[in-house]
């Protein structure tokens, strides 16, 4: 049983930084992409940064030179490093996993929650200008 539990959220003023946190547990595709998505009030969810197998990252314009994924394998945990946060980043944060087809470069399209095979509980970022 694949379980992904986020950790970092918070509220931040503009400006501010935040560092999320997944640790994923059961989780054996060694091959697989692991993403970040968001999800703001009344809005879609979206993928924003990607990572698959090689270490290769993938970023939505409107997070990219700000937003840094990366992950320790040792220890099975993903992170995003959230810098110069903006009131517009303000929403509920998700790890997510695939099933070990890393299309990572979908995550941040219109097909990228469709890629997904695994999703963590979420956690709150709020920004405050």
């Known amino acids: 049983q694949v379980l992904l539990v986020e950790s970092g959220g918070g509220s931040v003023q503009a400006g501010g930084s935040l560092r999320l946190s997944c640790q994923a547990s059961g989780y054996t595709y060694t091959e697989g992409c692991m993403a970040w998505f968001r999800q703001a009030p009344g809005g879609e969810r979206e993928g924003i940064a990607s990572?698959?197998?090689?270490?290769?990252?993938t970023y939505r314009d409107s997070v990219k030179g700000r937003f840094t994924i990366s992950k320790d394998n040792a220890k099975n945990i993903l992170y995003l490093q959230m810098n110069s946060l903006k009131p517009e980043d303000t929403a509920m944060y998700y790890c997510?996993?695939?099933?070990?087809?890393?299309?990572?470069?979908?995550?941040?399209?219109?097909?990228?929650?469709?890629?997904?095979?695994?999703w963590g509980q979420g956690t709150q970022v709020t920004v405050s200008s």
């Open positions: 997510a996993a695939d099933n070990g087809a890393g299309f990572c470069l979908a995550v941040v399209t219109a097909y990228g929650v469709a890629q997904m095979d695994f």
């Open positions: 990572i698959d197998s090689d270490g290769s990252t």
